[in-house]
T-cell receptor, first 120, second 115 residues
Framework: GAVVSQHPSRVICKSGTSVKIECRSL??????MFWYRQFPKQSLMLMAT?????????EQGVEKDKFLINHASLTLSTLTVTSAHPEDSSFYIC????????????????FGPGTRLLVL | QQQVKQSPQSLIVQKGGISIINCAYE??????FPWYQQFPGKGPALLIA?????SEKKEGRFTISFNKSAKQFSLHIMDSQPGDSATYFC??????????????FGSGTRLSIRP
């Protein structure tokens, strides 16, 4: 259980176009999803926290108008990179939070397989 | 204070040996310390996690040692195998039973197991 999928797995686009990345929790409902960005040989950098039915919370330095996040349902969050430029090329990873039960081990985040974006 | 410092940056271990990765933190509010394994081109996968009320947790060949007073924790991989070659991230968060919390990742350790 606790599987998170991302689509597409890889995308190549021209500079100036917009790209949408989907993140789905396949077998559980996630009230909170997270979006990360990872450059080659580097750690994951949190971009934003997405809560179902409300506006995303962006980390400092992340342009909210460039990285549009929508969390329309308990199993789907989307990240749209608007007017993409070569510097936006990166590996984008989402995670979905599976809440813990009372008295249990607490919530756990499960990560998707990532989306490789290349902007030409 | 939100950082999690991880070392070494890279590690080469002979097959059958013990791989040890160390992490340190400053924020005493952290109460959940997971370790993630990531293969190239894939998302990170939860390997093992510990809460600060225990000093050690073992799952198969993987063990977390936790030193609350020193604010340090480490991952030990026993009998390391070539299939363990991956990048490992330690992390920390302030968890809760009903709310999702941000995970702060260490910088990662690239582990290579020599046959």
């Amino acid at each position: 259980g606790a599987v998170v999928s991302q689509h597409p797995s890889r995308v190549i686009c021209k500079s100036g176009t917009s790209v949408k990345i989907e993140c789905r929790s396949l077998d559980f409902q996630a009230t909170t999803m997270f979006w990360y960005r990872q450059f080659p040989k580097q750690s994951l950098m949190l971009m934003a926290t997405s809560n179902e039915g409300s506006k995303a919370t962006y980390e400092q330095g992340v342009e909210k108008d460039k990285f549009l996040i929508n969390h329309a349902s308990l199993t789907l969050s989307t990240l749209t990179v608007t007017s993409a430029h070569p510097e936006d090329s990166s590996f984008y990873i989402c995670s979905a939070s599976l809440p813990g039960l009372a008295g249990g081990p607490g919530e756990t985040q499960y990560f998707g397989p990532g989306t490789r974006l290349l902007v030409l | 204070q939100q950082q999690v410092k991880q070392s070494p940056q890279s590690l080469i271990v002979q097959k059958g040996g013990i791989s040890i990765i160390n992490c340190a933190y400053e924020n005493t509010a952290f109460d959940y310390f997971p370790w993630y394994q990531q293969f190239p081109g894939k998302g990170p996968a939860l390997l093992i996690a510990i809460r600060p009320d225990v000093s050690e947790k073992k799952e198969g060949r993987f063990t977390i040692s936790f030193n609350k007073s020193a604010k340090q924790f480490s991952l030990h991989i026993m009998d390391s195998q070539p299939g363990d070659s991956a990048t490992y991230f330690c992390a920390a968060s302030i968890g809760g039973y009903s709310s999702a919390s941000k995970i702060i990742f260490g910088s990662g350790t690239r582990l290579s197991i020599r046959p």
